[in-house]
């Protein structure tokens, strides 16, 4: 998966919507794949507005967001039902509260592509699900989303393809 979001080096040859990945500028690359990875890390305190707001910097937002910025990165917390946490800092939140940031942010880059390893890891049975449909409206809206999952029972539930990887192969 880190091969495709073009963050390691991979052998061969890796195309996402037919064009070579390795073609693609870093912006090109960033519209297109939004990446969602496993582990909730933030290492600043900003708030969870700014950290969502991120997701919009391939779109070429800046430090004054657009009024399409702002509708994205609102949608994206409405979404994730983190809207009430948007003034607090990220630094503060609960594990699972991380894991809707990070995916809200995701979701504001609107890219085409989305790759989500473990994307339901660390969330209480409910938010599993909520974010599980929200990677699903995301496939049926804007193109495609792969996830790594462990729960094989969630993965046929919801998914249209699926791949089990045993010992690398």
């Known amino acids: 998966m880190r091969a495709v979001a073009g963050l390691?080096?991979?052998s061969?040859?890796?195309a996402?919507?037919?064009a070579p990945l390795a073609k693609l500028s870093?912006?090109?690359r960033a519209r297109t794949i939004g990446y969602l990875p496993q582990g909730h890390l933030f290492h600043w305190p900003l708030t969870v507005f700014d950290i969502v707001a991120l997701g919009r910097l391939p779109r070429g937002a800046g430090a004054d967001l657009?009024?399409?910025d702002r509708a994205a990165v609102t949608t994206a917390m409405e979404q994730t039902g983190i809207v009430e946490c948007a003034a607090r800092a990220v630094t503060?939140?609960?594990g699972g509260e991380r894991a809707r940031v990070a995916m809200?942010?995701?979701l504001a880059t609107e890219a085409p592509l989305i790759l989500a390893d473990e994307p339901t890891a660390s969330l209480d049975l409910h938010y599993q699900f909520a974010v599980i449909e929200m990677l699903r409206r995301h496939a049926n809206s804007f193109g495609a989303v792969v996830a790594v999952l462990h729960d094989l029972s969630l993965a046929a539930r919801h998914a249209d393809r699926i791949v089990i990887i045993d010992g690398g192969r």
């Open 8 to 10: 390691i080096p991979s």
């Open 12 to 14: 061969g040859e890796i």
């Open 16 to 18: 996402v919507g037919g």
């Open 26 to 28: 870093l912006q090109e």
């Open 66 to 68: 657009s009024e399409a």
């Open 92 to 94: 503060t939140l609960s």
């Open 104 to 106: 809200a942010r995701v």
